[in-house]
Structures are given as structure tokens and as C-alpha cells.
């Protein structure tokens, strides 16, 4: 509404009214407004992959490590630092790699080794946040420091090792190094950073004849490695049957061995035996061995007794009568049948 009000110098002024309880509205607007920014401050949401640090007027009181939703005090009483605790992350030595394009950072990857040699190395750091707190509060840029202190480590070891050996076998173990100095570091710091693993891309001479040179250096090395293993596998492969060759003629030098000895103490057994007959008997023993002998060594031979005193020849056919008596007597053995060609023969002499 407005109100016209005259004087006495003839000026008309106008007087704004407000509408009735206008101020009281503004003030109940301005305390619903503080309660909901109050409201907005006091609950917040922690993710999986997050941990959120709890300051009380700006200083460190806690840390929230599980995800969902939380309750805290009103701003400015306390405040909410998230960081990616949980999550595996990574930086780049001597290059950086953007939306699939690799760019070479010389400053970070040349190096000198201990034999006075320039070498480029490049590297991979995956870390992750142990300690909310260290990390936050401990270090400016943390992660600026994490790069600065991994090229110190690769640095100082790799000041102390020869590049033939850097280029080569060493590469793992100089990963191994690098990863325990790094670590070192952050311990001393207190950073809050954990080192999960340090990975060498490449490490090799600067570009030219050096790097081509030792290029050819490692195919060579590398050849004889593959020479060696392949020899080694020869032998793996000839030994063995060797050994079971040599052991298949030990066994059967076994077998004759034993063989002969049995043989042997067969043949003592029967020398023995007719030893001791030819003691009870020598000439019946004698006469005997002599029989078996040419009936062994003659087998097919005729055998005629002759009686030579008179003019006509008398003549015993003895195999003819020994075939008979065989023919005979079934089973007649050649020694009895020899016995009694022997006593004929003897019948003839007298």
C-alpha cells in the first residue's frame, strides 16, 4: 500500500509500507535455510574403493574405512576428506602415457650405471594408500614425492650396477632393489603409501650405435643360452638310457657271472664224483671215460674187430649187432650197449 503524505513546503512524499508479517517469514526462510545447511553438512557417503578422514575444526580425529552412509557434525565443527584408500593405482618413470599416447620423459629416464655408461629406464610403480592420515598430512603432493623418491631409487641403484649386467640377467633383481629402497623411503617419510610392485619397461642404451651394439651383444648371449639349453636337453635325454643301458649289462654280467659259478661248481661236483669212483676202480673208471669219450667224439664211426693171426680175416660187425640188440631192447642206453662192445672186445683179445 502506498501513502501519500503533503507538507507545508508543497513537496508530497510517498512512505513504502510492508506487508504485515513480512519479517517474520524472512526470519522463519533464514532459519530453515541454516537448518538444511546444517542438515546438507551433517550426513555424507563414504565408497567402496574410499576412506574419509574426520577433522574436528580443521584437525585430523579419525578415519571412516567402511562405505556407506554416515553421520558427522555440522560444518564448520567437522569436515569430511575422502580419498581412494582402496584403490590400486599407478605412475609412470620416464614417460607418461595419456589416452593411449606414450610420451618419453628423458629427465626421468636417463641415467648413468656404475660403469660410467648412460642408460634409459623406464618404470611402472603400482602403490596404494595404507595410512589415511600419513598420507594427507605427513607430505605436500604425495604423489609428486612418490615420483621423486621412485627416480631416486632407480637412481641409486642403478649407479652401482654395470650396464652389461643392467641390460641382461639383472634386470630382475635390480626390480627387486629398487622396490625395497622405495619402500625404505616411504617408511622413513611415514608417507602413508604402500608400494605394491615396480616393474621395468625397458632397460636399454640411448638410441645409436651403443644401443645396437649391445643389441647384438644380448641376440649372441641369448643364442648361447638356447645352445646350452639345448645341449642340456641332449643329455637329459641320451643319459638316462645310458645309465639303463649300463645297468641292463651289469645285470647280465651278473647272470653269467653267477651262470659260470654255477656251471663251474657243477662240473667240480662231477669231477669229484668220478674222482672218487676212479679211486674204488681205477681201471674199470678208466676204461669207462675212454668209452664215453670216443662215444662222444665218434659218434657215427663203425666200429669192426679184426683177428689178424690166421690167413682169413675175422671180422666182428659190431654195429650191426649193436643196432639188432637196440632194436632188441627198447631203451638200451649207448653206454651199456659200448660196456658190452668193450667186453666182446675183450672176449676177442683172449
Not at 45 to 57: G, M, N, P, R, Y
Not at 149 to 162: D, F, L, Q, W
Not at 242 to 249: D, P, S, T, V
Request: glycine share 8%; no cysteine; net charge negative.
Amino acid at each position: 500500500m502506498e501513502v501519500y503524505q503533503g507538507g507545508l513546503n508543497g513537496n508530497t512524499k510517498r512512505n513504502m509500507e510492508l506487508p504485515p508479517g513480512l519479517w517474520k517469514k524472512v526470519l522463519i526462510g533464514a532459519v530453515v535455510a541454516i537448518v538444511v545447511g546444517f542438515g546438507l553438512t551433517t550426513f555424507y557417503t563414504v565408497e567402496e574403493q574410499e576412506e574419509a578422514a574426520i577433522l574436528k575444526f580443521g584437525k585430523y580425529t579419525s578415519t571412516q574405512e567402511s562405505s556407506g552412509l554416515h553421520f558427522k557434525l555440522p560444518y564448520p565443527i567437522q569436515q569430511v576428506v575422502k580419498v581412494p584408500a582402496n584403490l590400486t593405482q599407478k605412475i609412470h618413470i620416464g614417460y607418461r602415457e595419456e589416452g593411449g599416447k606414450i610420451t618419453p620423459v628423458e629427465e626421468e629416464a636417463l641415467m648413468i650405471t656404475g660403469d660410467e655408461y648412460i642408460v634409459s629406464a623406464d618404470a611402472v610403480v603400482e602403490w596404494k594408500i595404507a595410512n589415511v592420515r600419513d598420507y594427507l598430512y605427513n607430505i605436500e603432493e604425495p604423489e609428486q614425492f612418490l615420483r621423486n623418491s621412485a627416480s631416486a631409487a632407480i637412481r641409486s641403484v642403478m649407479g652401482s650396477t654395470k650396464l652389461d649386467y643392467a641390460i641382461t640377467e639383472g634386470k630382475t633383481v635390480i626390480q627387486a632393489e629398487v622396490k625395497k629402497k622405495l619402500e625404505d623411503i616411504q617408511d622413513q617419510y611415514n608417507t602413508g603409501i604402500q608400494i605394491l610392485d615396480l616393474k621395468f619397461q625397458d632397460i636399454e642404451p640411448p638410441e645409436g650405435q651403443v644401443q645396437e651394439a649391445f643389441k647384438n651383444v644380448t641376440n649372441a648371449r641369448e643364442e648361447k643360452n638356447t645352445k646350452i639349453n639345448q645341449a642340456q636337453k641332449y643329455v637329459n635325454d641320451r643319459l638316462p638310457k645310458a645309465r639303463g643301458e649300463a645297468q641292463a649289462l651289469i645285470e647280465n654280467a651278473e647272470a653269467s657271472k653267477k651262470s659260470r659259478i654255477l656251471n663251474a661248481e657243477g662240473d667240480v661236483a662231477k669231477f669229484n664224483a668220478v674222482y672218487n669212483e676212479y679211486v674204488k676202480n681205477p681201471a674199470v673208471t678208466s676204461d669207462r671215460l675212454i668209452l664215453e669219450t670216443l662215444e662222444r667224439i665218434l659218434p657215427n664211426a663203425k666200429i669192426v674187430i679184426t683177428d689178424g693171426g690166421s690167413d682169413t680175416v675175422n671180422y666182428l660187425p659190431l654195429n650191426e649187432l649193436m643196432g639188432k640188440s637196440s632194436a632188441a631192447k627198447p631203451g638200451t642206453s649207448g653206454s651199456q650197449q659200448t660196456d658190452s662192445a668193450g667186453t666182446n672186445e675183450g672176449g676177442s683179445g683172449q
